[in-house]
């Protein structure tokens, strides 16, 4: 690594400021664990990296609405914040149970929702679930703000179309008391391994019947992706050995899936297969 | 100096057989224990490598200018530098093959090809990554297989080094790259298959692991003078001393070379690592140099062998096997480092803990384009014991023999031939065994399970020779206060050696362990050792430190009549040296010096009357717990037993045995460099995955049996291998027991077992 | 341009002042500027914990962690652990009761995991503790030896 420029604005039009121009080697940084590697790795050396962690007390807080039908959370709250939030436990246990495996301590505490996203890394374990749960993204800009739904960040591998002088804010979530979401992580090298699939389901369930699933597949795609055909057939469902079966071969022919070290496609299509049955088995049976 | 001849130690002193905690364990818990990583001298440069991206061809235009450029940078150099100061700078164990810097032409993508100095590590980092070459590219060989008979040739000739006269006739060999063929004929293996009742043959992969130790290489060099001073994380300070003294034409005694602790070594840390090439930059710098790897580089400095076995059992009616024959590729990478001794040592177990009159054994080092291999806690056995353990079970489930009877039948018991000729002694496989099988519970019937979770359990057996014939050398220094040092070539890089020679020495000095200082490694001031590698220390510094102990007791006696002291009066020594210096003054020095015998295998037969000190044997037994409809799977027990001979300290002991069992749960279950077109494609912990706290099994036992070397110190042997060598086929056999499906290849992944299960057709059973 | 700044930190309960460079992390620094080696750099990727460093009372990698954050924070490290030089913490004394370790690379990264681990669970579970240093590796792979030491920590800490 070389020497850059580094700074630390107290603000947002600062911060704005400091990213202006179009130059790759300027960019915001929040807790910097993704950053770090990738300068090490030399695969990026920058120019300016502008923190963000003066901004905490507008973009670091977790708060609940007050009619609970929604949970903000700022883009620099660092990962084992989420992790021992009452709020977040309470309200979204599956974000909760999401970090007991998500990299280790020492990175939760350092690692930042928004860097998360940014990052756009397909083996995130966080951004599928957002995914499901319907989140919503804050992103600042010079020319004004936007919200966008979270699946619509991710472009490809390690690509986003947030713009160079995007700052993401906030996470949204919608909170709904019926819901039952889950995600699992498969890894098929080591318990601490990366996954080499992630599958995130959210549904509701009316008498027996799946109402509004959301599957997201991650990891194993470029980018965390909806499974749309496949959700809209586990619609109004029951869920069977039978409808299991069904979604699984859905599920298979609708991801993108290619070979890696961590399993070959048809390998990876299997535990797709299988483990979204799983869950959507789990999440029936949940109370 | 103390003779040789071994004695019945004294009555003891209570020392050995102590689980006291590690000599430096504060220093160790507070952070402050010495590592080279710590060190750093004045006026030091640091050195960053740049490294070949292509496996295989010839360098047409290295651009270093740049590189120059840049502001702080001392000096880059190539191979005409350092040629300016060993003029021929190549260098190897067994094969001067392995040049300082890539000379002409690399042959494995990450070879170092120059090097940059630099006041601060961020400049030589940054500068490095400006240097450009240009090569014309030359087709790879990379399978081991494939490379024996290639006509793509790694070198153009064999170089053995001139210190191994069993390597003489490899001189000048050209169009091969077979570095070292060794072969073993015992009996009449062709008649023996023909007159089996049953002929089975198998065909076994293991995959490169390596050693990842994590204190990554780090050497520094200070030339100044006319001496050279190496500050280096090695695993043999005296064989770095004589290389580097050969390479510089000096004398050793201008050479020194000093290890303070190492953090984990694992056999990697052997022979010439960065010694040459930092030795060789502080006399072109003439200022000291340190180059420190990364984590990631490592994948470039050294592996375990990847191996092909190919081997063949005749069995008779009565299932005993009456014929073995086996042939053994070892893919060793770009340079011999010390393959062929592998090769060999390997070659000669290679058909297992069993007692069969007819033997005919191949084993072949072969040179390909990947990062050299060398040697990993096992020497090559548990690659080969993953080849017979498996190949021995499967024997077992096609006779519809229990695969522990099985093994009983055919076992190798003391007062037998082993495959060499050499009759086996103080090898307690039979008691291994039979405690595996008990930790097992094998007796009793396992619920195997019908449904998605299928359990199977399993066991194998091993064993291993050892290198030899190696020398160690102990000095004890008795100060006039009544204090002692112990000096002692010896690396501690965590097997826990400091605090069990200390316990050796201190049970025949009548000494607290706890007081004794251990001096490390200083090739100036310790004497001669071969190495800290292949279990081979607790036997042989051991017995070194005895002797070393016992002659400084008849020092101690003889002074004592020298003053005429009467033989029982118990005076310590530090009032027979004041009363002889008349003050605290002078010193008993004690000398110990240890080469066990050895007979030369035959060039032809691999016959030899004694071919190891002494043997070490390691039981594993395993119980998994499979998801038929995904592979997935989880070793729920693992029982390892080890013939140790006895205990030192039982607690180091056992922390050895469960250490090195783990290790290779990592080489069985996820370890696994993967190359594409020569290319390592996963050389960080991110995508190379080594065992963490979430892999142990919830049953997790590890055990010595009671036993006793009849020449070891205190009936000791070494250990620190012996639970790597049956692990592998252990699980590898639990797999097929619960699934009815075998796999030949390691690691063995959930997709391989679920690639087998499909392949089968579910709960198909071939076997039971 | 700020490539370069002063940081003031309090370090092991002194106050101190370092000039560091952008690109320098925690763990560099503590190595280069105050002769601190008891964290130390190995996998360089945040995985191991070798180069672990408690930051405002959380455990970090030092390797990821820029040395220009440190600016009003207060930092530990396993050298400012033992209360006297004669003394060790529990944590350290657990350690070596149980055997916790081979070569000790990775020693001071797990023995202060296990500090803050017990900080914010006073009796952890077998399964508490493994996931608690699954980011933490040790190549002699002393781990059997580490649970039983967080155990008998967790025991000596609660004063039984
Ligand atoms: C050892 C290790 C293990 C890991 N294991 C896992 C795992 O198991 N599962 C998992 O999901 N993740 C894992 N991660 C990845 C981790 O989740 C990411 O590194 C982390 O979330 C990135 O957050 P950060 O704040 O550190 O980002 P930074 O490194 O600061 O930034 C990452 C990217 O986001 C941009 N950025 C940062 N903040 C913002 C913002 N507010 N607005 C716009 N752009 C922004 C940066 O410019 C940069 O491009 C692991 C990481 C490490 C180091
Ligand atoms: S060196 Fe920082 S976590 Fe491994
Ligand atoms: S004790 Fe050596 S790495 Fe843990």
């Keep these: 690594m070389r020497p850059f420029d580094l700074v630390e604005p107290a603000t947002l039009e600062e911060a704005f400021h400091l990213l202006e121009g179009d130059d790759p080697a300027v960019r915001p940084i929040g807790g910097g664990t993704a950053l770090m590697l990738m300068m090490k790795e ?170 509004h699933p959301r599957i997201v597949l991650s990891a194993a795609t470029n980018k965390p992706t909806r499974l749309v055909r496949t959700e809209a057939l586990a619609h109004g469902q029951p869920i069977t050995p039978a409808s299991l079966r069904e979604l699984g071969e859905a599920a298979v022919s609708e991801a993108d899936i290619a070979s890696d070290s961590r399993g070959s496609a048809d390998y990876k299509k299997h535990l797709l297969r299988v483990h979204l049955g799983r869950a959507l088995h789990a999440l029936a049976l949940e109370e | 100096m103390a003779s040789q001849t071994l004695t019945t130690p004294a009555m003891p002193a209570g020392q050995v057989g102590r689980s006291i905690p590690r000599l430096e364990a504060a220093a160790k818990v507070t952070g402050r224990a010495e590592y080279v990583h710590n060190m750093s001298l004045p006026g030091m440069l640091h050195g960053k490598i740049f490294r070949s991206v292509i496996p295989h061809g010839k360098i047409k235009h290295l651009d270093l200018d740049a590189a120059r450029a840049v502001e702080g940078v001392f000096l880059v150099a190539a191979i005409d530098d350092i040629r300016k100061v060993i003029a021929h700078p190549y260098y190897g164990p067994a094969f001067h093959d392995q040049p300082i810097l890539a000379d002409g032409k690399v042959r494995y993508a990450g070879e170092p090809v120059a090097v940059v100095l630099a006041d601060e590590a961020h400049i030589a980092e940054e500068a490095a990554g400006l240097i450009s070459a240009e090569y014309e590219e030359l087709p790879g060989v990379y399978d081991e297989v494939e490379a024996h008979g290639a006509q793509v040739f790694v070198h153009d000739e064999l170089k053995p080094a001139a210190t191994f006269p069993d390597l003489a006739h490899l001189l000048g060999r050209r169009d091969t790259n077979v570095a070292l063929d060794f072969q073993l004929r015992r009996g009449d293996a062709d008649a023996a298959f023909a007159a089996a009742e049953h002929v089975f043959e198998h065909h076994f992969r293991t995959q ?246 299928r359990r199977g359990r399993g066991i194998a057996i091993g064993f291993k020779g050892i290198t030899a014939p190696t020398t160690s050398v102990a000095m004890i220094n008795l100060y006039a206060d009544g204090s002692c040092g112990l000096y002692i070539g010896t690396v501690d890089m965590g097997q826990g050696s400091d605090t069990c020679m200390a316990q050796i020495a201190a049970e025949v000095l009548n000494l607290d362990a706890e007081s ?17 590698l292949g279990s081979r220390s607790t036997f042989h510094m051991g017995t070194a430190v005895r002797l070393a102990a016992l002659d400084a007791n008849q020092k101690i006696a003889a002074l004592a009549e020298e003053l005429g002291v009467p033989p029982n009066s118990n005076l310590p020594f530090s009032e027979l040296l004041r009363r002889k210096y008349r003050m605290q003054a002078g010193n008993i020095i004690g000398i110990g010096s240890f080469i066990p015998g050895y007979d030369k295998p035959d060039q032809e037969t691999g016959q030899s009357a004694n071919v190891t000190p002494f043997w070490g044997v390691g039981g594993s037994g395993a119980e998994v717990e499979i998801d038929i409809e995904t592979g997935e799977f989880k070793v729920t027990k693992l029982v390892n037993v080890a013939d140790v001979g006895a205990a030192i300290n039982p607690k180091l002991l056992a922390a050895q045995l469960s250490g090195a069992a783990i290790m290779q749960l990592g080489f069985t279950t996820s370890e696994n460099m993967l190359y594409r077109d020569g290319q390592l494609t996963n050389g960080s912990f991110a995508d190379y995955k080594i065992p963490c706290l979430l892999d142990m099994p919830a049953v997790f036992i590890n055990e010595f049996v009671e036993s006793r070397q009849h020449d070891g110190p205190f009936g000791a042997k070494g250990a620190g291998e012996s639970t790597t060598i049956a692990v592998s086929p252990a699980i590898g056999n639990a797999i097929a027991d619960a699934i009815g499906v075998r796999l030949m290849d390691l690691p063995l992944t959930a997709e391989a077992i679920h690639g087998a299960i499909l392949a089968a057709g579910i709960g198909g059973d071939d076997e039971h | 341009m700020s490539t370069e700044r002063t940081v003031r930190f309090s370090l092991n309960g002194r106050a101190v002042k370092a000039h560091v460079a952008s690109h320098e992390s925690l763990v560099q620094v503590l190595r280069d500027r105050f002769d601190l080696f008891g964290s130390r750099e190995s996998c360089g990727q945040g995985l191991c914990g070798c180069c672990t460093v408690i930051v405002d009372g959380k455990p970090v990698s030092g390797c990821l962690y820029l040395a220009s954050f440190l600016d009003g924070t207060s930092v530990q490290t396993i050298e400012g652990l033992a209360p006297a030089d004669d003394r060790l913490d529990p944590v350290q004394e657990a350690f070596i009761e149980a055997g916790a370790f081979q070569c000790g690379f990775c020693t001071p990264g797990f023995i202060l995991m296990t500090k803050h681990l017990l900080a914010e669970n006073r009796a952890p579970s077998d399964d508490d503790i493994r996931h608690y240093l699954t980011g933490n590796l040790c190549r002699c792979s002393a781990y059997p030896e580490i649970v039983a030491a967080v155990k008998l920590a967790a025991t000596k800490q609660r004063g039984g």
């Design chain 1, 42 to 211: 030399q695969v990026f050396r920058p120019v300016r990296l502008v923190s963000l962690r003066h901004l905490a007390p507008q973009f670091g807080a977790i708060s609940i609405d007050a009619d609970h039908r929604m949970i903000r959370f700022g883009a620099t709250t660092s990962f084992s914040e989420l992790e021992h939030s009452a709020v977040v436990a309470r309200h979204l246990p599956v974000v909760v149970r999401t970090m007991r495996t998500l990299a280790n301590v020492r990175v939760r505490n350092v690692a930042t929702l928004g860097g998360n996203l940014a990052h756009a890394d397909p083996h995130l374990d966080l951004p599928p679930v957002w995914i499901a749960l319907g989140a919503q993204i804050v992103i600042e800009n010079p020319a004004g703000p936007r919200i966008v739904p979270a699946e619509d960040i991710f472009e490809g591998y390690y690509e986003t179309n947030l713009r160079h002088d995007d700052i993401i804010r906030e996470i949204r979530v919608p909170l709904n008391a019926s819901q039952r979401a889950s995600y699992v992580k498969i890894t098929t090298r080591s318990a601490h391994d990366w996954p080499a699939l992630g599958i995130a389901v959210r549904l509701e369930m009316k008498d027996g019947l799946a109402h």
């Design chain 2, 516 to 532: 004794i200082k251990v001096i490390h490694p200083d090739t100036d001031v310790t004497p001669y050792d071969m190495g800290t």
């Design chain 2, 208 to 453: 490169p692991t390596m050693h990842t130790p994590l204190e990554p290489f780090v050497s520094i060099a200070d030339a100044s003078g006319g001496s050279l001073t190496l500050h280096t994380a090695s695993q043999n300070p005296s064989f770095v001393r004589i290389e580097i003294a050969r390479l510089l034409g000096w004398p050793e005694n201008r050479v020194r070379v000093k290890v303070p602790y190492l953090g984990g070594g694992f056999g990697g840390k052997l022979y010439i690592k960065l010694e040459a090439l930092v030795t060789a930059l502080s006399l072109i710098a003439r200022r000291p140099v340190k180059i420190s790897l990364t984590m990631q580089e490592q994948f470039f400095m050294v592996m375990r062998h990847a191996a092909t076995i190919r081997i063949k059992s005749g069995v008779d009616k009565s299932g005993r096997i009456t014929a073995r024959s086996c042939e053994v590729w070892w893919n060793g990478g770009a340079y011999a480092d010390i393959g062929p001794r592998v090769t060999q040592k390997a070659g000669f177990t290679a058909a297992g803990p069993y007692d069969i009159d007819n033997v005919e054994l191949n084993s072949y080092a072969v040179y390909t384009n990947r990062t050299p291999a060398g040697a990993l806690r096992g020497f090559g056995a548990p690659q080969t014991c993953w080849a017979y353990e498996t190949h021995t079970d499967m024997i077992a489930a096609k006779l519809g023999i229990d695969q522990l009877a099985f093994r009983r039948m055919n076992l190798l018991h003391d007062g037998r031939p082993q495959a060499t000729g050499t009759i086996l002694r103080d090898a307690a496989i039979d008691k291994v065994l039979d405690r595996v099988a008990e930790r097992m519970n094998w007796g009793t019937p396992l619920e195997r399970g019908t449904g998605r979770i």
